[in-house]
C-alpha cells in the first residue's frame, strides 16, 4: 500500500514536469515579417519601396557615395590627412577594402534586390497605383547601377564595349551571380529602366519621390554621358517644359540649400532627411562645415579663384570663410584671401568652409542631398548644343544660368568673347564648374571630357596621391571592386591598377 | 620559401601523446615500488555499510562473511581470542561498528579498528579500571577561527569518542589519564592531541594537504573529487580569498589550468574574456555556460562565492550538454551552519595607480624636435626635385610657417591631466545559522571604485539572502534570493576621441584650458586654434555631457528536494530572474555631437525576464559491490528580452527628462524570445570504488533553430580506473590517490540571435523614408539551422603521493562541428549572409596542475603550478573559403585567429624608406596569401600597394599557465599569484597614429622604446624608416611593422594576512590583510599591458578603442566574525 502511493505521487510529479512543457517553441519577432507574407501582400509592397528610398538616405549610401563622387574633385581641399577612407578616394591611392568602396557597392546591390522585389510582383497589366509604384523602384534600380557605374567604371567615352561595367542586376535569384557586364551593357540597362520608369509613372509625386520628370531627368544626364546629344537635349527640354519646376530667383539663390526639397521649385530629385535624421558629426555637410560639423575639407583655390571673380555672383554664397575678426568684431581686409578677408588658418590652409550641405530649414548639418535639379538640365543642354556646334544656344543657356546667379552685362559671355576661354565648351564646364560644385560632378566632367583634374593646388605635406594632374587615361580614376566581393563572387575582374 | 598559406599540424597531437606514454613510464615504475609498500586508507570503516543476517553460528563465521563483503581482514590470537561461540545477528545497511558491536554482544572479545585491519583482543576491563578517569572538553575550530560541527573526536586505540557539536564543543567522560585524542574531519588533516594534565583542550584543525575527497559540484549533482571521470578544476573558498577583486574573471585567473582569462582592464567594473580550452567556435561565441546554484544562468556577487568548478571535457560538461560547449562554470554560493548565528564583516579599502608600461609619450619639445626633423627632411626632398615653392626659400624661414616655435610655450602633460590615483572601497556584512530544520546566510554589499582614468567609476550594491528548511524528514525546501545594482559612466562617446584615447593622442601644444587658465577650451568654436586631430579635448567636453549605464537584477530560486524512497528522490529547482538596464545619455548644445540638435538626451530601458524549472529524479541503490547513481530529468527555460529607447532634441541644460526635451527625435524598442526544452538522463556506476562509468544522453530543442532541425541528441562517456584502491597497492601507504580516466562525447552551442532561421524583411526607424515605414529584407530562411556541435576526448592521470605532492595532467582534443556562422554572401544577392551550419575547428592541448606542499607545520608552504599549451586549427570553412576579418583572416589548416597583413621588410638602409614583402608569380604579378598560389620571386618593395597581403602568424599563445604560492607561519599568510602567457602576438593599431613617420601631425607621439632606431642617413641600419612630414610611404600604413610580441610574466597579486591569536570575547576571528594587484609585469610589448583580448588581440587606432591598462592597485583588508 505504502509503495502504491509513492508510486502515484511519483506518477503525478512526473505528469506535472511534461505539463510544465508543451511550449512549441516557436515564437515570432516583434520587429519583423515572413518573407513570404509581405510578397503576397500587394500593400506591403509599398513598405518595401519605402525601405529601398530610405536606403538612399542611409549613411553608407548616400555619404560614401558623396565623397567617392565628390573627393576626387578639384574642388575640394582637405586640411589635413584622416582616418576616414575617404582619405582613398581624395588621393587617388585606391584600396580594395577601402570602406567608402565596399560600403557604398554593397548597400546599392541591397537596394537593388529589393528594387527587384517589387519589380517582379507588379504585372505590368496592373492598375495605375501599382505601375507608379513599379516605375519607382525600376527609377531607383537605374538610378543605384549608374551610382556604381560612375564610381567602379571607366568613362563611357573610354571605348564602352569593352571596358568592364558593374554586375547588372535584374532578378531576385539569390544563388545566380552575374559577372561585370561592359560599360555600354551597363548604360543601356539603365537607360532601358529608365525609358520604362518614365512610361509607368503617371502619378506626380513631390521631388522626394521618384515622378516622370525625375526618369527624364536623369535619362539627360546619362544620354550626355553616353554622347547621345539629341536625346540628352531632348529630355532636358521635356523636363524644362514639363512646367513643374523652376529656377530659383537670383534674390533667394545664396539660400538654395535652405529650402526644403519639396518647397524647392528647382529641386527635381533629393534624398530627403528630417530633421529628426540629422547625421550631426556623421553628415556629409560635416565634413564641409565648422559650425556642427568637423570642416575639414575646404573649397577649393581653383574654384575660389573662379567664383571669386565677380563679388556679385550669388554662388559666392555657398561659401563661408571662416574670418578672423579684430577686437570689434571686423573682418580684417587681407589682399592675399580670395575672398578679400583674413581667413581662419588650420595647417596653413584657410577656412573656406562650403554650406551647399547645412542648415536645411535653418538647422544646422541638416541637408537633404540634392540629386538632380532644373540648373543641371539647362547645362547639358549647353553642352549638347556646344558639342553639336550650336555655338550660340549653348552661350545663350549660359547666360541664362550666370544670371540666375546674378551676373550682368560683360560678365556674361557672347560667342565673340570667350573671356579667355578657347571653347565653347569650355565656357559650358566651367560655368558647369561653378554652378554645380560640390554636387558630385566634376571629376567625371572632366574625365569624361577627356580633361584631367588638376590637383597641384594641393599642399605636397598634406598630399601622397599623383603629383599635379591626374590624367583621365590613368587607372586611378575608378575605384577598385571591394575585395571582399571579389572573394564572394568569383565571377567579378578587378580593375587595373597603376 | 616560406609556404605561409599551408601550415599543418598533425604531428602536434603525436607529439603530445609520445609525452604521454614517458608519463605512462613513469606511472608504472611508481605503481611497481608501491606495491611492495604497506597499505592504509582513511574513512573507509566510516562508509563501508555491510549486510549480516546469521542464525546460531559461530561468531568465526560472521567474521568470514565480512571478510568476503568487504575489504576487512581480522587480526588476532586463536589463543587468546576464543570465537566458537553461536550467535544470532539480523542486520542491513550497516556499517563496522554496528555490526561487531552486535556479533560480539556478551562477549569478551573487543575490537580495534585500524582502517581496513581489525584487531581483536580480550577486555581487560579490570585492569583499566585501576588506572585514574578523567574528563575533558573543548572546542574545535578551523584555521580561519570558524568553529567546526560534526568533528569526530575519538580516544586512540578505543571505540569512545563522540561528535562536535553546532558550536564545534566537545566533551568526553571517563577517559584514561594519558589518552590520545584524534580529531578527524572531512576535508581536514586528522590530528591527535594528548590529554595529558589537561581538562580543556582547544583544537584548530588545518585543511588536509591536498583536497582529495574534495566535494565537487559537478552538473546536476556533487561528487567526491576522486570519484569523478571527468577533468574539472575547482577554485574552492580558500583560493577565493585573497583575491579583493569584484569580478568572476579575476578570481580565477591563473588558476585553472586551460582557463585563459584575457582583455582585463583598469576600467572599473569592466569584465575579462573567459576561453576554456580556446575557442572552437567562428560565430557563436566562445563564452562559457554559467550555473549559478545548480541552475543554468543566473549571477552572484563575488563576495557571495563558496567555490567555483570549471567543467572542461565532455563527461563533465554532458549534463548541460546543449549549451556546454565552450565549457561550463558553475558557481556555489555560500550557505549557512547550524549553530551559533555567525556574523561576519569584511571590508577593505585601496588605492589604484595608472600603469602606462612602456608606453611613454612625448614633451612638448620632444614632440617639436620629432616635427622638426621631419619637416626638415621634407624641405630637402622638395628642394632636391627643384620645387619652385622651395626655390627662395631657407628651412630656418620656412619652418615658422609650418612649425610655430610658440608651440614651445605650451606643455601640457595629457597624461598627468587625465589620470589620478584611483580608490576602492568595498564593504560586504553577511549573516548566516540556523538549527537543524532551518539554515541561513544573508549578505549585503557595496562596492564603489574610482578609476585611475578620470570620471570612470564603477559603484554596485548588492544583496543575497539563501533558506533551507527541512520541512520534514523527507522534504527541504530552499529559498534563494538576490539582487543587485550598478551604475559606471560610458566612455567614449560614438564618433567622439574618448578620454582614454585622449590620454595618448592629445598633443602637448594644445592646452586645455584658455588664457585665464580655468575656462575650459572649447577645440571646436569659431577661431579655434586647436591643433590635435580629434578636435576634442576632454576637459571641456566633461562639462558637456554625461553618458551613464545603471544595471539591476534579481533572481530568485526555489528549489524543493524530496525523498521519494531510500534510492529515490525528487528534486524540482525553478528561477525567476529580472535583470535590467537604464542607459541615459545627455549631451548639451555646445557639446560637440549635439550642435546641430541643440542638445540632445537619448535613453534606452532594457528588461528581460527568465524562467527555468529544471527537474530531476535522482536514483541511487547499490548491488553489492556494484554502485549505481543516476538522475532523469527534463529542463524547460523561457526568456524574453524588451527594450524601449528614445531620443530628444533641444535640450535645456540641467534638464535630465526626456519630456522636457523641445522635440522628439527619434523612438525605438524591440523584443526578443527564446526557449529551451531539455530531456536527459545520467547514470553513474562503479564497482567497489575502483571502476567508474559514467554516461548521459540528452535532447534538446531551440526556439533559435529551423523548423526542420530544432532538436539536437547529445551523448557522452566517461570511465575512470582509481589504481590505488586495487589489491595489489593496497598495501603502499603514501599513495594516496592514483588514477586513470576517459571520456568522449558531445556537446552543443546554441549561442546566437533570435529568429536567424527565419526569412524576414525588417521594419526599423532607419528603414523609414520621409516619415513613412519602410521595409528591408533582413535574411534568407534557413529552416534546416540547427545546433553546432563540440566532440570532445580527455585522457586524464591524477596522482597524489605522500598528502603533499598531487599532479593531475588532461589530455584533450575537441572537434567542434556545423558550426553556427554568418556565411557571408556577395551582395549581388541582395543579403550580407545567411546564418548555416558549416565549417569545423580542432582543440587539442594539455592542462598541467601540480600542487606541492613544499614545507608543512608551523611554516607551510604550498604551491600550485598550471598551464595549459593549446592548439587550434580551423579544419573546414564553407567551401574553404576564407573569412577575412580586418587584419585578420580564417582559413583552413590555419589557427582560427591568424594575422594577415602585408609583411614589414624594414627600412631601406639606403633611402630610408619603408620596404614590404612583395610575392610575384612568373608573370611578375602581384600574389596575395589569399590567392593560395607559391611565388616565384619574394621581393621587397616601398610601395605600400604593391607589397603583398601575407598570412603572417597566429595570435594565439603557445602557452598560458599560472603559479601561485601560498605561505604560513602562525597567524600569517602570503600569496604570491603570477599569471603568464607565452607566444602571443599583438597588433598594436595605435601605433600607426602615435608611432608614424610624420604621417599623423595632429597625435602625439609615443617616445622610442629600447631598441627604436630612427632613420637619419644612407647606410644606417634602423628600425624605424626617414621620418618626412606628411607622410613617409604610407610606412605607417597596417602591416606587421605594428605586430608585436605579446609574451607576459605577471605578478598579479601578493597577498599578507593576519589573523590574530586572541580573540576577544565579542569577535570570534580577526584577520586584517594586505593586497597588492598587478605588482609588477614582465614583458616586451612596446604598449601599456599586453593582456589583450586574445581573441582579437588588436590594440587599433581607432581612437575610440584606445585600451584602459589594467592598473596597480593596494588595498587594505579586515575580516571580522562575531
Not at chain 1, 214 to 220: E, G, I, K, M, V
Not at chain 2, 862 to 873: A, C, D, S, Y
Not at chain 2, 906 to 917: A, E, F, N, R, S
Request: proline share 3%.
Amino acid at each position: 500500500m505504502k509503495k502504491m502511493k509513492t508510486l502515484i505521487r511519483t506518477l503525478y510529479v512526473i505528469a506535472f514536469v511534461f505539463m510544465i512543457s508543451c511550449d512549441n517553441l516557436e515564437y515570432i519577432p516583434t520587429d519583423q515579417l515572413s518573407d513570404k507574407l509581405i510578397q503576397a501582400s500587394p500593400k506591403l509592397l509599398n513598405n518595401i519601396t519605402i525601405g529601398t528610398y530610405s536606403r538612399l538616405r542611409s549613411s553608407n549610401y548616400m555619404r560614401l557615395r558623396h565623397f567617392a563622387q565628390e573627393a576626387p574633385s578639384d574642388e575640394v581641399l582637405l586640411v589635413k590627412s584622416t582616418g576616414d577612407n575617404l582619405m582613398y578616394s581624395y588621393n587617388y591611392q585606391h584600396v580594395v577594402n577601402s570602406s567608402v568602396s565596399t560600403q557604398f557597392w554593397q548597400q546599392a546591390y541591397y537596394g537593388i534586390y529589393s528594387a527587384n522585389k517589387v519589380i517582379e510582383a507588379i504585372d505590368d497589366n496592373a492598375s495605375g497605383e501599382f505601375l507608379q509604384l513599379k516605375g519607382e523602384n525600376l527609377f531607383l534600380r537605374a538610378l543605384m547601377h549608374y551610382d556604381l557605374v560612375r564610381i567602379f567604371s571607366r568613362p563611357y567615352s573610354q571605348s564602352p564595349e569593352t571596358n568592364l561595367g558593374i554586375m547588372i542586376r535584374d532578378n531576385t535569384d539569390v544563388k545566380v551571380l552575374p559577372a561585370r557586364s561592359t560599360v555600354k551593357e551597363t548604360y543601356d540597362f539603365i537607360v532601358k529602366d529608365l525609358l520604362k520608369a518614365a512610361a509607368l509613372m503617371n502619378i506626380r509625386k513631390s521631388a522626394i519621390f521618384a515622378s516622370k520628370e525625375t526618369a527624364w531627368a536623369l535619362l539627360s544626364r546619362v544620354y550626355l554621358y553616353m554622347d547621345q546629344y539629341d536625346k540628352a537635349l531632348e529630355y532636358a527640354d521635356k523636363v524644362i517644359n514639363a512646367g513643374r519646376y523652376s529656377l530659383v530667383p537670383t534674390d533667394k539663390y545664396g539660400s538654395y540649400f535652405t529650402i526644403l526639397p519639396e518647397n524647392n521649385p528647382e529641386t527635381i530629385f533629393a534624398i530627403k532627411l528630417l530633421e529628426t535624421e540629422n547625421m550631426g558629426k556623421s553628415s556629409i555637410g560635416a565634413m564641409y562645415h565648422g559650425d556642427g560639423g568637423w570642416g575639414e575639407m575646404f573649397a577649393s583655390p581653383p574654384y575660389r579663384k573662379l567664383v571669386y571673380k565677380y563679388s556679385n555672383d550669388q554662388r559666392i554664397k555657398f561659401i563661408d570663410p571662416e574670418y578672423v575678426l579684430d577686437n570689434v568684431g571686423n573682418k580684417i581686409p587681407d589682399i592675399t584671401e580670395d575672398c578679400g578677408f583674413r581667413v581662419v588658418k588650420r595647417n596653413d590652409l584657410s577656412k573656406y568652409f562650403i554650406n551647399k550641405y547645412t542648415r536645411e530649414g535653418g538647422i544646422i548639418m541638416l541637408s537633404s542631398p540634392v540629386v538632380l535639379r532644373l540648373a543641371e538640365m539647362y547645362l547639358i543642354k549647353a553642352e549638347a548644343f556646344a558639342k553639336t556646334g550650336k555655338n550660340v544656344e549653348a552661350i545663350d543657356v549660359i547666360n541664362l544660368i550666370r544670371k540666375r546667379a546674378g551676373l550682368f552685362g560683360d560678365q556674361l559671355f557672347t560667342v565673340s568673347d570667350l573671356k579667355g576661354y578657347t571653347s565653347v565648351l569650355d565656357v559650358v564646364l566651367a560655368e558647369r564648374f561653378l554652378e554645380l560644385a560640390w554636387e558630385g560632378h566634376r571629376s567625371f566632367d572632366l574625365f569624361r571630357n577627356n580633361l584631367p583634374v588638376d590637383r597641384s593646388y594641393v599642399p605636397a605635406q598634406a598630399w601622397c596621391g599623383p603629383k599635379g594632374f591626374i590624367l583621365p587615361t590613368s587607372k586611378s580614376i575608378v575605384h577598385l571592386i571591394p575585395e571582399v566581393e571579389m572573394a564572394l563572387n568569383p565571377k567579378l575582374v578587378q580593375n587595373p591598377t597603376e | 620559401m616560406k609556404k605561409k598559406w599551408f601550415f599543418t599540424n598533425h604531428g602536434y597531437f603525436f607529439a603530445c601523446v609520445g609525452k604521454f606514454l614517458k608519463i605512462m613510464k613513469i606511472f608504472i615504475f611508481l605503481i611497481a615500488f608501491a606495491s611492495m609498500q604497506t597499505f592504509a586508507l582513511d574513512n573507509y570503516a566510516q562508509t563501508k555499510r555491510m549486510d549480516m543476517k546469521i542464525v546460531q553460528s559461530s561468531i568465526v563465521s560472521a567474521l568470514e562473511i565480512i571478510e568476503n563483503q568487504s575489504e576487512f581482514f581480522f587480526f588476532y590470537n586463536n589463543k587468546v581470542v576464543k570465537l566458537d561461540k553461536k550467535v544470532s545477528v539480523d542486520l542491513k545497511d550497516k556499517s563496522i561498528n554496528e555490526i561487531l558491536d552486535a556479533v560480539f554482544t556478551d562477549t569478551d572479545v573487543e575490537y580495534t579498528i585500524n582502517d581496513r585491519q581489525i584487531i581483536l583482543s580480550i577486555n581487560k576491563s579490570e585492569k583499566s579500571s585501576a588506572q585514574q578517569q578523567r574528563s575533558v572538553k573543548g572546542k574545535v575550530t578551523d584555521s580561519s577561527g570558524a568553529t567546526l560541527p560534526g568533528v569526530s573526536v575519538v580516544v586512540k586505540g578505543t571505540t569512545t569518542g563522540v561528535i562536535t557539536d553546532n558550536n564545534g564543543n566537545f566533551s568526553l567522560v571517563n577517559i584514561p589519564e594519558n589518552a590520545s585524542l584524534q580529531f578527524s574531519f572531512v576535508g581536514m588533516k586528522t590530528q591527535e592531541f594528548t590529554t595529558e594534565g589537561k581538562t580543556t583542550i582547544n583544537v584548530k584543525l588545518s585543511e588536509e594537504a591536498i583536497g582529495l575527497d574534495e566535494v565537487v559540484a559537478v552538473g546536476y549533482s556533487n561528487k567526491k573529487a576522486s570519484e569523478l571521470s571527468s577533468s574539472v578544476a575547482v577554485v574552492n573558498e580558500k583560493a577565493l580569498q585573497g583575491v579583493t577583486s569584484n569580478n568572476l574573471s579575476d578570481m580565477v585567473q591563473g588558476k585553472v589550468p586551460g582557463l585563459v582569462v584575457s582583455n582585463t582592464s583598469g576600467n572599473p567594473g569592466q569584465n575579462a574574456n573567459i576561453v576554456i580550452r580556446g575557442v572552437g567556435s567562428i560565430g557563436a561565441g566562445y563564452s562559457p555556460l554559467y550555473v549559478v546554484d545548480g541552475i543554468i544562468g543566473g549571477d552572484a556577487n563575488p563576495n557571495d562565492i563558496e567555490s567555483i568548478t570549471v567543467l572542461k571535457d565532455a563527461a563533465a560538461t554532458g549534463l548541460y550538454g546543449s549549451r556546454a560547449s565552450n565549457g561550463v562554470i558553475i558557481i556555489t554560493t555560500k550557505s549557512g551552519k547550524s549553530g551559533k548565528t555567525k556574523i561576519n564583516y569584511s571590508g577593505s579599502y585601496g588605492i589604484s595607480q595608472h600603469l602606462d608600461g612602456n608606453l611613454q609619450m612625448m614633451n612638448s619639445s620632444e614632440l617639436y624636435d620629432f616635427q622638426k626633423n621631419g619637416y626638415q627632411n621634407y624641405f630637402n626632398s622638395r628642394v632636391a626635385v627643384n620645387d619652385p615653392n622651395f626655390a627662395n626659400i631657407s628651412f630656418e624661414n620656412y619652418l615658422p610657417n609650418v612649425l610655430s616655435p610658440s608651440r614651445l610655450n605650451v606643455d601640457t602633460d595629457w597624461q598627468s591631466l587625465l589620470s589620478r590615483t584611483g580608490k576602492i572601497n568595498k564593504q560586504q556584512l553577511s549573516i548566516s545559522g540556523g538549527n537543524e530544520k532551518t539554515t541561513f546566510y544573508v549578505s549585503g554589499n557595496y562596492y564603489d571604485e574610482s578609476g585611475t582614468v578620470i570620471s570612470t567609476y564603477y559603484k554596485s550594491m548588492g544583496f543575497r539572502a539563501n533558506f533551507k528548511h527541512k520541512i520534514s524528514d523527507k522534504v527541504t525546501l530552499y529559498v534563494k534570493v538576490s539582487g543587485n545594482n550598478e551604475k559606471s559612466p560610458n566612455d567614449p562617446l560614438p564618433g567622439q576621441e574618448g578620454v582614454i584615447a585622449q590620454y595618448y593622442i592629445n598633443m602637448p601644444w594644445d592646452s586645455p584650458y584658455e588664457a585665464d587658465g580655468i575656462t575650459p577650451y572649447n577645440p571646436v568654436k569659431a577661431g579655434s586654434t586647436w591643433l590635435g586631430n580629434g578636435k576634442s579635448n576632454y576637459i571641456y567636453d566633461r562639462e558637456h555631457y554625461s553618458d551613464i549605464t545603471k544595471k539591476m537584477g534579481l533572481s530568485s530560486d526555489l528549489k524543493l528536494d524530496v525523498k521519494i524512497t531510500d534510492w529515490m528522490s525528487f528534486s524540482t529547482s525553478n528561477r525567476w530572474q529580472f535583470s535590467g538596464s537604464d542607459w541615459t545619455q545627455l549631451l548639451d548644445k555646445n557639446y560637440i555631437l549635439s550642435i546641430a540638435e541643440k542638445g540632445r538626451i537619448s535613453q534606452t530601458y532594457t528588461y528581460q525576464n527568465s524562467y527555468l524549472t529544471s527537474n530531476l529524479f535522482n536514483l541511487k541503490h547499490n548491488f553489492g559491490n556494484h554502485y549505481f547513481s543516476g538522475v532523469l530529468g527534463q529542463e524547460y527555460s523561457y526568456s524574453k528580452w524588451n527594450s524601449t529607447g528614445a531620443v530628444g532634441m533641444d535640450m535645456v541644460e540641467g534638464l535630465s527628462a526626456l519630456s522636457s526635451a523641445g522635440s522628439p527625435k527619434s523612438v525605438s524598442g524591440t523584443s526578443s524570445e527564446t526557449g529551451f526544452l531539455s530531456y536527459f538522463g545520467q547514470m553513474d556506476y562503479n564497482y567497489k570504488g575502483r571502476y567508474f562509468l559514467v554516461g548521459s544522453a540528452r535532447r534538446d530543442a531551440s526556439s533559435r533553430f529551423g523548423a526542420n532541425n530544432k532538436w539536437g541528441t547529445f551523448l557522452t562517456m566517461g570511465t575512470s580506473w582509481v589504481i590505488n584502491r586495487e589489491t595489489f597497492l593496497s598495501q603502499v601507504s603514501w599513495i594516496d590517490l592514483l588514477k586513470i580516466k576517459f571520456s568522449y562525447g558531445t556537446t552543443g552551442n546554441a549561442n546566437i540571435a533570435d529568429y536567424l532561421s527565419m526569412g524576414t524583411y525588417g521594419f526599423a526607424t532607419a528603414n523609414t523614408y520621409n516619415g513613412n515605414s519602410g521595409a528591408r529584407p533582413s535574411r534568407i530562411a534557413n529552416p534546416d539551422l540547427t545546433w553546432e556541435k563540440a566532440y570532445t576526448t580527455n585522457l586524464g592521470f591524477e596522482f597524489s603521493v605522500f598528502k603533499r605532492i598531487k599532479l593531475e595532467i588532461d589530455l584533450y582534443n575537441r572537434d567542434n562541428k556545423d558550426l553556427l556562422q554568418n556565411v557571408p554572401l556577395s551582395a549581388a544577392s541582395g543579403f550580407t549572409g545567411q546564418q548555416r551550419n558549416v565549417g569545423s575547428v580542432r582543440n587539442q592541448g594539455i592542462d598541467f596542475n601540480l600542487t606541492t606542499v613544499n614545507l608543512d607545520g608551523d611554516f607551510r608552504w604550498e604551491t600550485n603550478f598550471n598551464l595549459n599549451i593549446n592548439k587550434n586549427k580551423v579544419l573546414a570553412l564553407n567551401n574553404s573559403e576564407d573569412i577575412a576579418n580586418g587584419s585578420m583572416r580564417i582559413r583552413e589548416g590555419l589557427d582560427l585567429r591568424y594575422f594577415y597583413m602585408r609583411e614589414w621588410a624594414g627600412v631601406d638602409p639606403q633611402t630610408g624608406d619603408p620596404l614590404w614583402v612583395r610575392w610575384e608569380d612568373e608573370n611578375g604579378k602581384i600574389i596575395n596569401g589569399a590567392d593560395k598560389k607559391d611565388p616565384t620571386k619574394v621581393l621587397t618593395t616601398n610601395q605600400y600597394n604593391q607589397a603583398s597581403n601575407l598570412f603572417i602568424r597566429s595570435a594565439y599563445p603557445d602557452l598560458t599557465g599560472g603559479i601561485r604560492n601560498d605561505l604560513s607561519y602562525k597567524n600569517f599568510s602570503f600569496s604570491v599569484l603570477c599569471n603568464m602567457s607565452f607566444g602571443q602576438w599583438i597588433y598594436f593599431g595605435q601605433r600607426e597614429r602615435i608611432d608614424s613617420d610624420g604621417t599623423f601631425l595632429g597625435h602625439n607621439q609615443m617616445k622610442p622604446y629600447k631598441d627604436w632606431v630612427r632613420w637619419e642617413k644612407p647606410g644606417d641600419i634602423t628600425t624605424h624608416p626617414r621620418i618626412v612630414s606628411g607622410g613617409n610611404l604610407q610606412s605607417s600604413s597596417p602591416s606587421s611593422r605594428y605586430l608585436e610580441d605579446g609574451s607576459y610574466f605577471r605578478i598579479q597579486n601578493v597577498n599578507l594576512s593576519y589573523t590574530f591569536p586572541k580573540v576577544y570575547s565579542l569577535i570570534s576571528a580577526l584577520r586584517v590583510y594586505a593586497s597588492v594587484d598587478n605588482l609588477a609585469l614582465f614583458t616586451k610589448f612596446s604598449g601599456a599591458d599586453p593582456d589583450v583580448n586574445i581573441e582579437n588581440p588588436q590594440i587599433t587606432q581607432d581612437a575610440n578603442s584606445a585600451r584602459y591598462s589594467p592598473t596597480k592597485k593596494i588595498l587594505f583588508g579586515i575580516s571580522l566574525d562575531f
